[in-house]
């Protein structure tokens, strides 16, 4: 598949979702493109637009897009998770910024008509036990969420 546009570098531990035509990749870790030592990975907050195309003019296409969000942006993470709620929303939970450095915050990323706005929402309330990330993965059904360990 021919990549175009703002390519990210490769990586892992990051999120792809899906809302409509459009994927976004949000964070993940790898090698800043200036670092002399490779061997040095960094988790990132960046979130990537991609769209697929397979037209005469445009086969097997990937045009990735650099977005420049507002408002509460996530601190650079890994290994978190994401999921669609509603047709314009993405949310994201958790995460790693080292071994020692996990998350257990969630935010709201809109995408509807070049909105690219971050917030955070409290997520514990006292008849809530506070949930912390490890190896789950969540989804959101029927306005429910579930998580699974």
């Known amino acids: 598949m021919k ?3 703002n390519v990210p570098t490769g990586r892992s531990g990051h999120t792809i979702v899906t809302m409509g035509k459009m994927h976004y990749m949000f964070g993940g870790i790898d090698s800043p493109k200036d670092s002399p030592d ?5 988790p990132k907050n960046e ?7 397979n037209t005469p003019s445009t086969p097997n296409t990937a045009e990735w897009s650099l977005k420049q969000c507002t408002g509460d942006v996530p601190l650079a993470r890994a290994y978190h998770s994401a999921c669609k709620i509603g047709e314009d929303r993405m949310l994201v939970f958790g995460g790693y910024y080292t071994s020692n450095t996990r998350f257990n915050d969630t935010f709201i990323l809109k995408t509807s008509i ?3 706005i971050f917030r955070q929402f409290a997520m514990v309330t006292a008849t809530q036990p506070k949930v912390c ?10 306005r429910r969420t579930l998580t699974t360990s």
Do not use: E, M
């Open 114 to 116: 070049c909105l690219k």
């Open 133 to 142: 990330r490890r190896a789950q993965k969540f989804l959101v059904k029927d």
């Open 47 to 53: 979130l990537y637009s991609i769209r697929i195309t």
């Open 38 to 42: 490779k061997t040095k990975i960094l």
């Open 3 to 5: 990549q175009t546009g």
